[in-house]
């Protein structure tokens, strides 16, 4: 611990041009944003595997509904933090978004094309680069834990061991979290298995008649994960605009920090077009 704490004193006693509560902020909206990016990579990665190990070239097209959204805060991370990153941390967020950059774009290359039987060849290509991506999460994972050690004020929304545990099977050829068995998910995977989609958008909210800008993380049926809304307490009525200008009304239903849960007022359609993964 006291290591750790020595490492975050040396990253926000030189922070630059952003305030030191400012970059703190930032780095836990980071590390959140980057373990919530994890639970879905794990999931595409081990369907990937799931098919690979079973001789399967067929793609299913279900599975563009559980790639994962670009993680906006991590591409953009060096810069909002003004070269206060160690040369550690930067070099990792650096090969991370690349590998993202380099699955993602394989993945949707075959579904948009249509391409429904693969050869085993590009099956390989695709396990291989989800894989990469599993790999650097748990890297960009560990480089936050030691800048930002957990304290009891936090408020996990996930599992950590059981994520990483997950991470690791996916990295290594594992299938414990593919879509094509009919298994009983954990119930921390099994909340952004259904519907739930990963936004990453700049926003803004009006909490308590006061407005700011928030990182909007993910959407369900039920409501919005939000960043940056330190302050926000228990059952406060607030309303959030995305970048689109689509407004959304509710109340908070839990606060953890700077990150706090949106409760609709009515639920959305599963239909809705905030859950329609053609724009991601």
């Given at each position: 611990?006291?290591?750790?704490?020595?490492g975050?004193?040396?990253?926000?006693?030189s922070?630059?041009?952003?305030?030191?509560?400012?970059?703190q902020?930032?780095?836990?909206?980071?590390?959140?944003?980057?373990?919530?990016?994890?639970?879905?990579?794990?999931?595409?990665?081990?369907?990937?595997?799931?098919?690979?190990?079973?001789?399967?070239?067929?793609?299913?097209?279900?599975?563009l509904?559980?790639?994962?959204?670009?993680?906006?805060?991590?591409?953009?991370?060096?810069?909002?933090?003004?070269?206060?990153?160690?040369?550690?941390?930067?070099m990792?967020?650096?090969?991370?978004?690349?590998?993202?950059?380099?699955?993602?774009?394989?993945?949707?290359?075959?579904?948009?094309?249509?391409?429904?039987?693969?050869?085993?060849?590009?099956?390989?290509?695709l396990?291989?680069?989800?894989?990469?991506?599993?790999?650097?999460?748990?890297?960009?994972?560990?480089?936050?834990?030691?800048?930002?050690?957990?304290?009891?004020?936090?408020?996990?929304?996930?599992?950590?061991?059981?994520?990483?545990?997950?991470?690791?099977?996916?990295?290594?050829?594992?299938?414990?979290?593919?879509?094509?068995?009919?298994?009983?998910?954990?119930?921390?995977?099994?909340?952004?298995?259904?519907?739930?989609?990963l936004?990453?958008?700049?926003?803004?909210?009006?909490?308590?008649?006061?407005?700011?800008?928030?990182?909007?993380?993910?959407?369900?049926?039920?409501?919005?994960?939000?960043?940056?809304?330190?302050?926000?307490?228990?059952?406060?009525?607030?309303?959030?605009?995305?970048?689109?200008?689509?407004?959304?009304?509710?109340?908070?239903?839990?606060?953890?920090?700077?990150?706090s849960?949106?409760?609709?007022?009515?639920?959305?359609?599963?239909?809705?077009?905030?859950?329609?993964?053609?724009?991601?």
């Amino acid at each position: 611990m006291a290591t750790n704490l020595l490492g975050m004193k040396a990253i926000f006693s030189s922070t630059g041009n952003v305030p030191r509560e400012r970059l703190q902020e930032l780095y836990r909206a980071a590390k959140s944003e980057n373990e919530n990016f994890g639970v879905l990579a794990a999931v595409v990665s081990c369907t990937l595997n799931d098919l690979r190990n079973e001789g399967a070239c067929a793609l299913p097209r279900s599975m563009l509904g559980f790639m994962p959204g670009d993680p906006v805060l991590l591409q953009n991370f060096r810069a909002l933090a003004s070269g206060s990153l160690t040369a550690g941390l930067e070099m990792h967020l650096i090969y991370l978004t690349a590998q993202i950059d380099v699955a993602k774009r394989l993945l949707r290359e075959y579904l948009d094309d249509h391409r429904y039987f693969l050869t085993h060849h590009e099956i390989d290509q695709l396990c291989h680069a989800w894989r990469g991506v599993c790999d650097h999460v748990l890297i960009v994972m560990a480089d936050f834990d030691s800048l930002l050690p957990e304290t009891e004020t936090d408020a996990p929304q996930i599992d950590r061991i059981r994520l990483e545990q997950s991470l690791v099977d996916a990295r290594e050829g594992g299938a414990e979290l593919s879509l094509n068995r009919n298994c009983s998910f954990p119930k921390w995977a099994q909340k952004r298995r259904h519907r739930r989609v990963l936004l990453n958008d700049i926003g803004k909210a009006k909490i308590d008649g006061q407005v700011r800008s928030v990182l909007i993380t993910d959407a369900s049926a039920g409501g919005l994960g939000l960043d940056f809304t330190e302050g926000a307490r228990k059952g406060d009525r607030i309303a959030v605009m995305l970048s689109t200008g689509r407004t959304f009304h509710g109340q908070i239903a839990w606060s953890a920090g700077t990150r706090s849960g949106l409760q609709f007022d009515e639920e959305l359609s599963h239909n809705d077009i905030l859950f329609s993964w053609e724009s991601v």
